[in-house]
């Protein structure tokens, strides 16, 4: 039997096929979104996460606090000299934790402390790095 297609109609055919396959693709969980947005975008470990001798972030620390290396070049109140353990956010409610992504007001009412900068996520970003900071929380907890 010949199928008497053109090299055009196979290659429209191909393109259909590959559109449909895309598009039926499931969107990337909530977590690999807050994955994308706390590591490659905001670079969260650059302050949250400690470094070594070369200045490389400690894998087995990710997220965990750390000092920070730099300070203000004019003096500046309440700059503060350690990033906080964000890993699994202790401390924190979710709803809270999103509403400080989306406005950079913390649960004290208070906003972050330079040189965190007051973030305004919408709120499915916000949502996703909760949800990925929560999958960060130690085992047990």
């Known amino acids: 039997m ?12 191909v393109f259909v096929i590959g559109l449909a396959s895309f598009a039926a693709a499931p969107p990337p969980s909530k977590i ?11 670079r ?3 302050c949250h996460t400690p470094h070594n001798q070369k ?18 070049t004019v003096p500046m109140p309440m ?11 202790p401390g924190w409610e979710d709803d809270a934790a999103v509403k400080f992504l ?6 004290n009412e208070m906003p972050a402390r330079p040189p965190m900068p007051q973030y305004r996520l919408n709120r499915e970003d916000a949502e ?14």
Do not use: H, W
């Open 2 to 13: 010949k199928l008497g297609l053109t090299v055009g109609a196979a290659l429209a055919l």
């Open 32 to 42: 690999a979104r807050g994955k994308y947005l706390v590591d490659g975008i905001a």
């Open 44 to 46: 969260c470990g650059d």
């Open 55 to 72: 200045g490389e972030e400690i894998a087995s620390q990710n997220l965990r606090g750390a000092p920070l290396v730099f300070k203000p």
């Open 79 to 89: 700059f503060a000299d350690k990033a906080p353990n964000i890993a699994g956010l």
């Open 102 to 107: 989306m406005t950079g007001i913390a649960y």
């Open 128 to 141: 996703a790095v909760v949800e990925y900071l929560k999958s960060l929380a130690p085992a047990g907890k």
